[in-house]
């Protein structure tokens, strides 16, 4: 099965299956496809970190198109830490191998906010959009590419944390108890990402993805008052790009009905859920990307295959499925369950799909 | 507002919820009530390490009878690490302050499992029976006591991981790479679980909470393959005992299917399903317990009593709810909160049991 789809100038798999139109295959890519599970990254970490590589627009086009080449999917990501709009706004933070962002002033008062001023991207962040020009340049129209930021739940959490946490006690204290600092920070965080995306989609990003790590910790009614607001707000901005907009969030299972009516065109679902039910909960109107727990990954083929086959069974007869993980590739992943996957996705989604145009 | 309800001689609220009964206020108590929340365990603690008093029968029933005299909750629940079982049959872990449980010869191969032969409670852990003979004779038939033991998902995974974890890859690794070693070992936890249990409903204990903190991780597929057949296999077993079984995880919204039907009188369940609908899926053959977010406590009263009160509407109208938190009370809640908490349940409850009664 040859590498790369679409050479004919008709838009590929995964823009087409954004919009749910009929697809050969069901198209498929990996958050966090580049990255340490391939060799060819990890050469490119030995000579230089992660923050050289994500600024330096040549290294960054790299190793984004990296598993384009290596693994065969049919969407690259742009290569980009979440912080990299929080920093470059100045908010003084550092990336700590194995511990992730520290911030050197959590946010915990009204004051903290003053760190957090308006983003130009072209002067800020001039890296980002010229690594996408580059990449587009090199992609052409074969490829598409995706742009990517982090949501305000998941940046305000780790503002406020200071770092990762699990239990996000202090992200809940505040909101509980300065609700009006809660407030100020995603409304600014709200427009920090829609400048970010907006830039992305403007530099020739194909379609943005907004990743909400950690909102699952919230209660329905919290992610009610608290996040679903700004969620609406930023991807109602973003349609003005005219790209389709991919969702996602863990562990949201009891969350997907709001996020439903927040202005997703794709919805990125985790393992926690049946891919059938949350396409249920979903509705017709909005495609699908997940959901392959990438743990299962970590096992021998016979049961990666067994599992991603299941998945593609749950999708089948309905347009608009895009295969992916329901988090980040694990570090430790075998490559080639990675390239077995990729090939599997295309091959057995085009049986499946040739089954349900035989009946 | 009187402390000790049912001086009677009649079963306590807490029972006669367990059992779907009618009850003249909705009973409640508390995951880690006791614990560092509360001055009088702090007091203790300064003295004593967290071994010591889980080992020491005198210790250990004065921190589980604390919240019972502050606060005034409807049941007590036994205070033990969910390790106990398993450092009674000899495996060699540390508990580790700030970090947990730490083993030091984590569990990697069929070799590993010899650490875990079987358990004779009253023998390897004549604490805890001693322990439930001291509280039970300080509660009398006024409040029950809640026996505990960690599920073997849970126990299963600190084994493998060899301390805790945020992805339980290791864990997942062995599960799919080595699936004998896997149920070889599910095999022993859920034997050590019976015993250990069993031996705490003879000792005295009027229910049994059986608590699987990290079972979320997992898809519902997975679920069904690694864990169900055992938490059936358990939970049956404990039916001899003829006490209600209280059968709790975290984030298990798309697991209570399969944990309804594996034996469990009453189902746990945390914040992130609201409470009406979690009691949909587990249908009116089954008491549940929950839900309020703990994080809510570090907010405000208004907020406590707000969502509080949300979580008591949702249950009105059927009998069978026991209020508690969705996980264990973090350390630093304020006490003003817990204390007016139980009031407001007891009251609160009792008047929309009023107001269904006038209708």
Redesign the interface.
């Known amino acids: 099965m040859t590498k790369l789809t679409n050479m004919t100038g008709e838009a590929s798999v995964f823009l087409r299956a954004c919009q749910r139109q009929s697809v050969e295959h069901t198209p498929v890519w990996f958050m966090r496809q580049a990255g340490r599970s391939l060799p060819e990254y990890r050469a490119i970490r030995a000579k230089h970190d992660f923050m050289t590589i994500s600024r330096q627009p040549e290294l960054c086009a790299e190793v984004t198109l990296q598993p384009v080449r290596r693994l065969g999917v049919d969407a690259a990501i742009l290569f980009a830490d979440i912080m990299t709009p929080l920093l470059a706004v100045g908010v003084d933070l550092e990336l700590v191998e194995h511990v992730g962002p520290v911030i050197r002033q959590p946010v915990r008062s009204p004051d903290d906010l003053r760190q957090l001023r308006s983003l130009t991207p072209e002067e800020d962040a001039p890296f980002i959009t010229d690594a996408i020009r580059l990449i587009k340049a090199e992609l052409g129209e074969r490829t598409p590419l995706i742009g990517f930021a982090g949501a305000p739940f998941t940046l305000a959490a780790y503002l406020i944390e200071g770092k990762g946490s699990?239990?996000?006690?202090t992200t809940?204290?505040l909101?509980?108890?300065q609700p009006q600092v809660w407030h100020a920070l995603m409304n600014r965080l709200s427009d920090i990402t829609i400048t970010y995306l907006s830039a992305q989609a403007q530099a020739g990003a194909d379609a943005l993805q907004l990743f909400d790590s950690w909102v699952?910790c919230?209660?329905?009614?919290?992610y009610a008052t608290y996040v679903h607001p700004y969620a609406e707000r930023i991807l109602g901005a973003l349609r003005a790009t005219g790209k389709p907009l991919i969702h996602f969030g863990t562990?949201t299972?009891?969350l997907l009905d709001q996020m439903r009516d927040e202005g997703g065109t794709v919805i990125g679902v985790d393992?926690?859920?049946?891919l059938d039910?949350a396409w249920n909960v979903i509705g017709a109107e909005h495609a699908i990307q997940g959901n392959l727990?990438p743990?299962?990954l970590?096992?021998?083929w016979e049961?990666v295959e067994q599992?991603a086959k299941?998945v593609l069974r749950q999708a089948a007869g309905r347009n608009g499925h895009i295969f992916n993980l329901g988090h980040g590739i694990?570090p430790?992943t075998p490559l080639d369950n990675l390239l077995r996957l990729v090939d599997l996705v295309h091959e057995y989604s085009a049986e499946l799909a040739e089954l349900a145009g035989a009946q």
């Open positions: 699990r239990s996000f006690t809940k204290a909101m509980y108890q699952g919230l209660s329905p009614a919290d562990n299972a009891t393992w926690r859920i049946p039910a727990d743990g299962v970590l096992g021998p049961i599992q299941a694990y430790e």
